[in-house]
């Protein structure tokens, strides 16, 4: 251990919903995109889901607010350090899109793709099981365009990157494959209790 | 629910390709750094040069990752973007702004000196960086000008004629990063103060105008660094102008 001299940092408080190396954002919400944020309205938006399924699909504005509703309330945790408690996303469970869509024996991983090009892999077991959403509304409000809006993938487990802003689809394949970050030198998987931040991590 | 006859828009494709390919061990790897100069930039920024034998060497536009640690074990971590440019000293220099009640940039503005030594681990991302090899137009606010002027020095150092130029906005010619160093490739836009004579105001259009016009004939590469606030106002601008989505890359703060 390399102490620091003088250095003593901020006041102790022991949150066990903090993982390693981060701290808390508190009411900030840094916007971190590597691009230009689209004009995207709502009636342009679009959500697909193809790959190895056995029924591709693509869902409309109105035919992706059909979907049961549901929300996720936590923390999110951003791999540049900061993490955000207590957040309130609404939307639709992944779950409720790969109910239709049904996915092949062979399916492991997932590219999701942003209306920009961006994309980030996920394996398909992180975006089951009520751990993934599609979401529009971020605290009972319209999630803002910076943000993702009109509307963006929601993974909260893992580092922020995957959750893919202005999401347009999920390709289902039986392999990992890297996204924009995860070719830039970035984790494949992402998980903030494990500190996945890089390649190597 | 309703079937659209949408096709998918083809196969997976980065909107925004990185440019190089990064070094995974040097990604991974902790190493000592050596505090060895602190210069003051302007009156919230100062610049901090850091011995790093084993640094592996970076480009323009990369940043590290920096880790602070207190005698009971607790540290902090934060990136920063690298300001000097490429070269074989086994130095690096940072240039921070002093963020009010910045758990890091308030030790390096307020406790550090020469003979003290952190934890860096890098260079990080390939996404910004820059090897030199394309037209490049950079557009930077505040400390957002740092990745840039890496740029801009190692454009001189290595006397490169790839065509370059930058526009940097500060508050006031005092809060100007680099002021001294800043040469006929820079457009400086003041937003609060200026002396008599200079306009005062953000980056409009009319800044970015005559830097398009000398569009070189493939275009030019766009980096834009800055507050979220900063890049988002500029990105609209640039892609107004005609500078194409994907040719323009975003380090926003946070």
Same mark, same amino acid.
């Given at each position: 251990?390399?102490?620091?001299?003088?250095?003593?940092?901020?006041?102790? *408080?022991?949150? $066990?919903? %903090?993982? /390693?190396?981060?701290?808390?954002? @508190?009411? #900030?919400?840094? !916007?971190?995109?590597? *691009?230009?944020? $689209?004009? %995207?309205? /709502?009636?342009?938006?679009?959500? @697909?889901? #193809?790959?190895? !399924?056995?029924?591709?699909?693509?869902?409309?504005?109105?035919?992706?607010?059909?979907?049961?509703?549901?929300?996720?309330?936590?923390?999110?945790?951003?791999?540049?350090?900061?993490?955000?408690?207590?957040?309130?996303?609404?939307?639709?469970?992944?779950?409720?899109?790969?109910?239709?869509?049904?996915?092949?024996?062979?399916?492991?991983?997932?590219?999701?793709?942003?209306?920009?090009?961006?994309?980030?892999?996920?394996?398909?077991?992180?975006?089951?099981?009520?751990?993934?959403?599609?979401?529009?509304?971020?605290?009972?409000?319209?999630?803002?365009?910076?943000?993702?809006?009109?509307?963006?993938?929601?993974?909260?487990?893992?580092?922020?990157?995957?959750?893919?802003?202005?999401?347009?689809?999920?390709?289902?394949?039986?392999?990992?494959?890297?996204?924009?970050?995860?070719?830039?030198?970035?984790?494949?998987?992402?998980?903030?209790?494990?500190?996945?931040?890089?390649?190597?991590? | 629910?309703?079937?659209?006859?949408?096709?998918?828009?083809?196969?997976p494709r980065f909107a925004v390709p990185g440019r190089i390919a990064v070094s995974e061990q040097a990604e991974s790897t902790w190493?000592?750094?050596?505090?060895?100069?602190?210069?003051?930039?302007?009156?919230?920024?100062?610049?901090?040069?850091?011995?790093?034998?084993?640094?592996?060497?970076?480009?323009?536009?990369?940043?590290?990752?920096?880790?602070?640690?207190?005698?009971?074990?607790?540290?902090?971590?934060?990136?920063?973007?690298?300001?000097?440019?490429?070269?074989?000293?086994?130095?690096?220099?940072?240039?921070?702004?002093?963020?009010?009640?910045?758990?890091?940039?308030?030790?390096?503005?307020?406790?550090?000196?020469?003979?003290?030594?952190?934890?860096?681990?890098?260079?990080?991302?390939?996404?910004?960086?820059?090897?030199?090899?394309?037209?490049?137009?950079?557009?930077?606010?505040?400390?957002?000008?740092?990745?840039?002027?890496?740029?801009?020095?190692?454009?001189?150092?290595?006397?490169?004629?790839?065509?370059?130029?930058?526009?940097?906005?500060?508050?006031?010619?005092?809060?100007?990063?680099?002021?001294?160093?800043?040469g006929a490739e820079t457009t400086r836009v003041f937003t609060r103060g200026a002396p008599a004579g200079v306009p005062v105001g953000?980056?409009?259009?009319?800044?970015?105008?005559?830097?398009?016009?000398?569009?070189?004939?493939?275009?030019?590469?766009?980096?834009?660094?800055?507050?979220?606030?900063?890049?988002?106002?500029?990105?609209?601008?640039?892609?107004?102008?005609?500078?194409?989505?994907?040719?323009?890359?975003?380090?926003?703060?946070?």
């Amino acid at each position: 251990m390399n102490v620091t001299r003088g250095f003593t940092g901020r006041a102790r *408080e022991h949150d $066990p919903g %903090l993982p /390693p190396g981060q701290y808390d954002a @508190r009411d #900030d919400w840094p !916007v971190l995109s590597a *691009e230009v944020t $689209p004009d %995207l309205a /709502p009636a342009d938006w679009t959500f @697909r889901v #193809d790959g190895l !399924v056995e029924r591709p699909r693509t869902w409309d504005w109105d035919a992706a607010h059909a979907l049961p509703a549901s929300a996720y309330e936590g923390d999110i945790h951003c791999v540049t350090g900061w993490s955000k408690f207590g957040v309130r996303f609404g939307g639709v469970s992944l779950d409720a899109f790969l109910d239709v869509a049904r996915p092949a024996a062979a399916a492991t991983h997932a590219v999701a793709r942003s209306h920009t090009g961006y994309t980030a892999n996920l394996p398909l077991t992180d975006l089951t099981g009520g751990r993934a959403w599609i979401v529009w509304e971020y605290g009972g409000e319209p999630l803002p365009a910076e943000h993702g809006g009109p509307a963006r993938l929601v993974v909260p487990h893992l580092y922020f990157w995957k959750s893919a802003k202005w999401i347009a689809g999920i390709t289902l394949l039986d392999h990992d494959e890297p996204g924009f970050w995860e070719g830039n030198g970035y984790h494949a998987r992402g998980n903030p209790w494990e500190e996945q931040r890089y390649a190597g991590d | 629910m309703t079937e659209t006859t949408t096709t998918p828009g083809g196969a997976p494709r980065f909107a925004v390709p990185g440019r190089i390919a990064v070094s995974e061990q040097a990604e991974s790897t902790w190493q000592t750094a050596t505090l060895t100069e602190i210069r003051r930039e302007t009156p919230h920024a100062a610049t901090f040069r850091l011995a790093v034998p084993r640094w592996a060497g970076h480009l323009p536009g990369q940043h590290l990752m920096l880790r602070l640690t207190a005698r009971d074990g607790y540290t902090a971590q934060r990136h920063y973007s690298i300001a000097s440019a490429p070269d074989d000293s086994g130095h690096i220099e940072l240039t921070l702004d002093r963020v009010p009640d910045g758990e890091v940039s308030g030790w390096f503005h307020t406790v550090a000196r020469p003979g003290d030594t952190i934890d860096v681990r890098g260079p990080l991302s390939g996404f910004f960086a820059w090897p030199g090899d394309r037209p490049a137009l950079l557009l930077g606010a505040g400390s957002g000008v740092v990745p840039l002027m890496s740029m801009i020095r190692h454009h001189r150092a290595r006397g490169l004629a790839v065509p370059l130029r930058m526009l940097v906005s500060a508050r006031s010619p005092e809060e100007l990063i680099y002021a001294a160093e800043l040469g006929a490739e820079t457009t400086r836009v003041f937003t609060r103060g200026a002396p008599a004579g200079v306009p005062v105001g953000r980056v409009t259009a009319a800044h970015l105008a005559p830097l398009l016009a000398e569009r070189p004939p493939d275009g030019w590469e766009a980096y834009v660094c800055g507050s979220n606030g900063f890049a988002e106002h500029v990105s609209r601008l640039l892609v107004r102008a005609g500078q194409p989505a994907d040719r323009i890359r975003i380090e926003r703060f946070g």
